[in-house]
Nanobody
Framework: QVQLVEFGGGLVQAGGSLRLSCVAS????????MGWFRQAPGKEREFVAA????????NYAESVKGRFTIARDNAENTVYLHLNSLKPEDTAVYYC????????????????????WGQGTQVTVSS
């Protein structure tokens, strides 16, 4: 239905910034609410940020609120995650995910409510 590919991960010093991109295939990108999750080795995959189909509603985990920003460009079939003021504890593989929904203004925070996943991109923050 949709395929997702993430770009932009890398090594950055604490306090630095990165921008992650997730490019979706298909002609119905605007039919999906989008989310970002992350997973460190030995840990559960955790919610980071979500954005509604319309882009009008966003949601963030408390640990990243005020530091990360999610955005989408439906014309480009792309969702972004801007990571600012990075901390070593932000180190993880970051995944984008898509959830098909008929509601243009809702978000979800559970990994089990998403239908499609990208391959992930590594973010490493050095101290």
């Amino acid at each position: 239905q949709v395929q997702l590919v993430e770009f932009g991960g890398g090594l950055v010093q604490a306090g630095g910034s990165l921008r992650l991109s997730c490019v979706a295939s298909g002609r119905t990108f605007s039919s999906y609410a989008m989310g970002w999750f992350r997973q460190a080795p030995g840990k559960e995959r955790e919610f980071v940020a979500a954005i509604s189909r319309s882009g009008g509603v966003t949601n963030y985990a408390e640990s990243v609120k005020g530091r990360f920003t999610i955005a989408r460009d439906n014309a480009e079939n792309t969702v972004y995650l801007h990571l600012n003021s990075l901390k070593p504890e932000d180190t993880a593989v970051y995944y984008c995910a898509a959830r098909r929904t008929s509601n243009v203004g809702t978000t979800r925070t559970s990994r089990y409510e998403y239908d499609y996943w990208g391959q992930g991109t590594q973010v490493t923050v050095s101290s």
